[in-house]
């Protein structure tokens, strides 16, 4: 079974503080995804790679970096954290040649942002 | 505008009853899928199904791609089928995946 692992799980900050969000995906799939999930928006896509040192931008990208250091691990900092990213962050992985290119979700990380 | 739009926004049933859920997108669309949200958790996927209909149990999805258009029917839903459905695709960025808002689903005995 796909696995992807978030962490924390949850993280409360103040107004422009420095958080990072970590994922780690043992699925061996050349893609991984930055969500955020806020009522009345669903889902959306914040950065994403299709490798290890890759990255691309997605729809929502401000105020949000991200760095993919291996195959397994992708990271999304806010280096000054607003109030604004308070929201629920999912990362996902996906194999691009895979029979059914479906995406495998990890947990979720609550961040709260004072 | 939103490039992908989910109908109804909610939708309440008892239990027994079917569910119809829609997806509409504003162009071509590859690797279509529907997730299932529990209140409080993930996202995991239900169904794949690009083009044409897929079965999965009481899940039935059909994808009409020249209509851009694609449903789930959920057949004599149960309690435990309540949560967030959402669908999502790939429109005109490969490997950028647009997830439409979601239709909750409240399904009481």
């Known amino acids: 079974e796909a696995a992807v692992t978030q962490s924390p799980r949850n993280k409360v900050t103040v107004t422009g503080g420095n958080v990072t969000l970590s994922c780690r995906q043992t699925?061996?799939?050349?893609?991984m995804y930055w969500y955020r999930q806020d009522t009345g928006h669903g889902l959306r896509l914040i950065h994403y790679?299709?490798?290890?040192?890759?990255?691309q931008i997605g729809d929502v990208p401000d105020g949000y970096k991200a760095t993919r250091t291996t195959q397994e691990d992708f990271f999304l900092l806010l280096e000054l954290a607003s109030p604004s990213q308070t929201s629920l962050y999912f990362c996902?992985?996906?194999?691009?040649?895979?029979?059914?290119?479906?995406?495998?979700f990890g947990a979720g990380t609550r961040l709260s942002v004072l | 505008g939103q490039q992908v739009q989910q109908s109804p926004a909610s939708l309440v049933l008892q239990e027994g009853e079917n569910a119809e859920l829609q997806c509409n997108f504003s162009?071509?669309?590859?690797?279509l899928q529907w997730f299932y949200q529990r209140p409080g958790g993930s996202l995991v996927s239900l169904l794949y199904?690009?083009?044409g209909t897929k079965h999965t149990g009481r899940l039935t999805s059909t994808t009409v791609t020249k209509e851009r258009r694609s449903s789930l029917h959920i057949s004599s839903s149960q309690t435990t089928d309540s949560g967030t459905y959402f669908c999502?695709?790939?429109?005109?960025?490969?490997?950028?995946?647009?997830f439409g808002r979601g239709t909750r689903l409240q399904v009481y005995a």
């Open positions: 996902a992985s996906s194999d691009s040649g895979g029979k059914r290119n479906t995406l495998y």
């Open positions: 699925n061996s799939h050349n893609y």
């Open positions: 790679s299709y490798g290890a040192g890759n990255l």
């Open positions: 162009s071509t669309a590859t690797r």
């Open positions: 199904n690009p083009s």
């Open positions: 999502a695709m790939e429109l005109q960025v490969v490997g950028q995946l647009t």
